[in-house]
């Protein structure tokens, strides 16, 4: 257990007080909150890299750490009216699409390798920047109601194109 491994521990450990700050309509808090989790998302990573601290543990929580983040608040927020029903659907399916995917290829004793894409990162990136920005809106009261709308049609477009690429990644792989 490393220092980027043991952040990326901390982070998954955020995730329930996150979706109970929500739950409670403590958003200022929650707001927070996710904000210092997305900000060690990013501090694993960097340390990870900068100090050759990659680990094969690493490499499946850091991701796995980012599913249980990403559709827990997504979900949360949907149940709250901060999203819409069909963004979180077509975000929690994508993540499903992808883990089913990993589970049937180790159910078939086949190979697979996962490889975030540029596409995938730019996914997550847009997924946080969406949760930070209802959060910090329904937190702070400012009305960033224009922007967020844009941000869902981003959101929706760079998760069904990165759900596709995973797609086409899996099936190259083992066709």
Do not use: H
């Not at 850091?62 to 999203?83: C, E, M, R, W």
């Not at 920047?129 to 477009?157: K, P, Q």
């Amino acid at each position: 257990m490393n220092i980027p491994n043991s952040i990326t521990l901390i982070r998954m450990i955020m995730v329930p007080a996150i979706v109970w700050l929500i739950l409670a309509n403590q958003m200022y808090a929650a707001f927070i909150v996710f904000v210092i989790a997305g900000i060690s998302d990013a501090l694993d990573g960097l340390i990870a890299k900068q100090f050759d601290l990659v680990t094969p543990l690493g490499t499946y929580l850091d991701p796995l750490a980012d599913k249980l983040l990403l559709v827990s608040i997504y979900i949360t927020l949907g149940i709250q009216n901060g999203l819409p029903s069909w963004l979180v659907i077509l975000v929690v399916s994508r993540d499903v699409l992808i883990v089913g995917g990993i589970i049937l290829t180790s159910l078939m004793d086949l190979s697979v390798t996962i490889v975030p894409s540029k596409l995938s990162k730019l996914n997550t990136f847009c997924q946080i920047a969406l949760a930070s920005l209802v959060l910090g809106d329904m937190g702070f009261e400012i009305g960033f109601t224009e922007g967020i709308e844009l941000f869902v049609f981003i959101v929706a477009a760079t998760t069904v194109l990165s759900g596709i690429a995973y797609i086409l990644q899996w099936a190259r792989q083992n066709a």
